[in-house]
T-cell receptor
């Protein structure tokens, strides 16, 4: 119940295309869903996050879509660029009184020029 | 503001030894969390500290411990090192506002020989 399942494990997209990464969870107590981007040799960087009271959040080329009834959320990267090539992690946590994030297994994105 | 600082960046130890890792959070942040990142298990929560008190703990053996000081700096210690402890250890600085946005440091790469 504490798991967050992420797919696909790896993704190859052409420059200018749309990258889509999906995550699913079981625990309905989760109420905060961030996405992190990690480059080799670096720590994960917070990209964008959503709460279950909204169905979509957009920041620049990055959009989170959230489906509360299906217990799924996804990251869409529009106009993907080679500089977006990185590993992406979805995560979930419960409540404002915890810093415990449950992470998905990660998706390695390669954007081909 | 300066980001999260972790020291040292790299460590090589042998089995049976112990190690102490340090983390300085973003100025003004009172909470830190620690994660272990490995290729096989991904990102796993170790523990979280808020105002010098452990607020949450993950499913790791007692060989893993941590503490937080009055200036919010945190340390984690691993005793009796095992080969499987080789990992990237990440510290996150938590902004205590609503949903605990977490900002990761670059990590400490620990290799156990």
């Amino acid at each position: 119940q504490q798991q967050v399942k992420q797919s696909p494990q790896s993704l190859i997209v052409q420059k200018g295309g749309i990258s889509i990464i999906n995550c699913a969870y079981e625990n309905t107590a989760f109420d905060y869903f961030p996405w992190y981007q990690q480059f080799p040799g670096k720590g994960p960087a917070l990209l964008i996050a959503i709460r279950p009271d909204v169905s979509e959040k957009k920041e620049g080329r990055f959009t989170i879509s959230f489906n509360k009834s299906a217990k799924q959320f996804s990251l869409h990267i529009m106009d993907s660029q080679p500089g977006d090539s990185a590993t992406y992690f979805c995560a979930a946590s419960m409540g404002s009184n915890t810093g415990k994030l449950i992470f998905g297994q990660g998706t390695t994105l390669q954007v081909k020029p | 503001k300066a980001g999260v600082t972790q020291t040292p960046r790299y460590l090589i130890k042998t089995r049976g030894q112990q190690v102490t890792l340090s983390c300085s959070p973003i100025s003004g942040h009172r909470s830190v969390s620690w994660y272990q990142q490995t290729p096989g298990q991904g990102l796993q929560f170790l523990f979280e500290y808020f105002s010098e008190t452990q607020r949450n703990k993950g499913n790791f053996p007692g060989r893993f411990s941590g503490r937080q000081f009055s200036n919010s700096r945190s340390e984690m210690n691993v005793s009796t090192l095992e080969l499987g402890d080789s990992a990237l250890y990440l510290c996150a600085s938590i902004r205590d506002r609503g949903y605990n946005e977490q900002f990761f440091g670059p990590g400490t790469r620990l290799t156990v020989l």
